[in-house]
């Protein structure tokens, strides 16, 4: 009962807008445009960065709408500082982030929740349909991110030091799946993910593993995601379907509109989308693939939770953790955002909490043993 209250407040709530953009008529038309919809409220409009950090302070806002050129400050160096200081959702609304631009992709890995390209109107019909556009962006980033009183993650100190020996005798005692398949690594992140991602599996090398990451992100970007990171990588990335194998030195990533499981086919172990809803405000879910590489696999896995937002991943973790799997997290130092792994190490969900830097190499010599 509480929890659908909680659920009902967030969802019933007028959420506070900060617009963030150096031109005068563009902030006067998105304030008009999102203050259209009575579900949200412009707060203040800001025309550099120096302006927005004091009227964060002094409003509160939920939400910021944010240029890319801006004048005293980028507004993917604001993005950076956002999401370390005060993590909210953003909307990036700029000239500059046209659909898989690598500026696109680097303030989704900074943490912006979506983008929408200024565009230039020619007609009423176009003007109705970019203005829905918008305010159906700002609304999703709204429902889609957990309050910010659950991302702070603070608790008490934690040793995040790694037991190597001990952890390598955990794992002389879980199974290997198969003659050509050790392990399979499950990955899910959001805020921050796609650079922390990229680190890991940059530093990953074990022939005889498979994985499969599940990354908060627009569906429209994952291609373009799984494209970046095989370009580094030993393994073999796409993006996931249905029925995908799960084959030493492969990599698939979640593809969007669905949830990826992992489910035996056989002899065989497949990729599974779910079309079914949403499991924690996403999908796909990174709680929805780590509970079925529990039941699919079991001690045969490893489960990795990294920076992020809100909790998704860490009732899945613990599911994976309880079923004898080794269990890591991202540290809150190198962490965008502390929300995801925080939640999981308050479950006592992981073995180790480590640092981004240090995670591939660990994982390396744990199951090249």
């Known amino acids: 009962m509480v929890e659908t209250q909680t659920k009902s407040e967030v969802f019933n709530k007028i959420s506070r807008v900060l617009i963030v953009d150096d031109s005068k008529s563009m902030c006067a038309f998105l304030k008009k445009v999102i203050d259209a919809d009575p579900a949200m409220s412009v707060v203040g409009c800001a025309q550099d960065a120096y302006e927005a950090r004091e009227m964060i302070k002094a409003l509160d ?108 005798k955990r794992f002389e005692t879980t199974r290997k799946l198969n003659e050509n398949l050790d392990k399979v690594i499950c990955i899910g992140a959001s805020t921050g993910g796609p650079e922390a991602v990229k680190q890991v599996l940059n530093y990953l090398d074990i022939p005889r593993t498979a994985i499969v990451i599940t990354q908060h992100m627009p569906p429209r970007f994952i291609r373009a995601f799984a494209e970046r990171l095989n370009k580094n990588s030993r393994y073999i990335i796409e993006t996931s379907y249905d029925g995908a194998p799960l084959l030493a030195g492969r990599c698939y990533v979640a593809c969007g509109d669905s949830h990826t499981t992992i489910q035996k086919k056989g002899k065989e172990l497949i990729c599974k989308l779910v079309d079914s809803d949403r499991v924690n405000g996403h999908q796909p879910a990174v709680d929805v693939l780590f509970h079925s590489a529990a039941e699919s696999l079991g001690d045969a896995s490893v489960g990795i939770l990294l920076t992020g937002m809100g909790n998704d991943g860490a009732v899945g973790l613990k599911a994976m953790h309880d079923k004898g799997a080794i269990t890591m997290a991202q540290d809150e130092h190198s962490s965008a955002v502390w929300g995801m792994p925080g939640s999981a190490v308050r479950l006592d969900a992981v073995d180790a909490i480590l640092p981004l830097n240090c995670i591939g190499d660990c994982l390396t010599e744990l199951l090249n043993h």
Do not use: W
């Not at 956002?82 to 982030?97: D, Q, Y």
């Not at 007609?123 to 309050?147: F, G, H, M, N």
């Open 61 to 168: 806002p939920d939400i910021l709408t944010l240029d890319v050129e801006m004048p005293k400050m980028d507004g993917l160096v604001f993005l950076k500082n956002i999401m370390r200081l005060r993590p909210m959702p953003v909307v990036m609304i700029s000239s500059l982030t046209s659909v898989g631009s690598s500026v696109s992709l680097e303030a989704l890995s900074i943490g912006a929740v979506d983008f929408m390209v200024k565009r230039e109107i020619k007609s009423a019909e176009q003007l109705k349909e970019y203005s829905e556009s918008i305010r159906s962006l700002v609304r999703s980033a709204a429902t889609a991110v957990t309050p910010a009183r659950a991302i702070s993650g603070k608790i008490q100190a934690t040793n995040q030091h790694i037991d190597m020996p001990l952890l390598k």
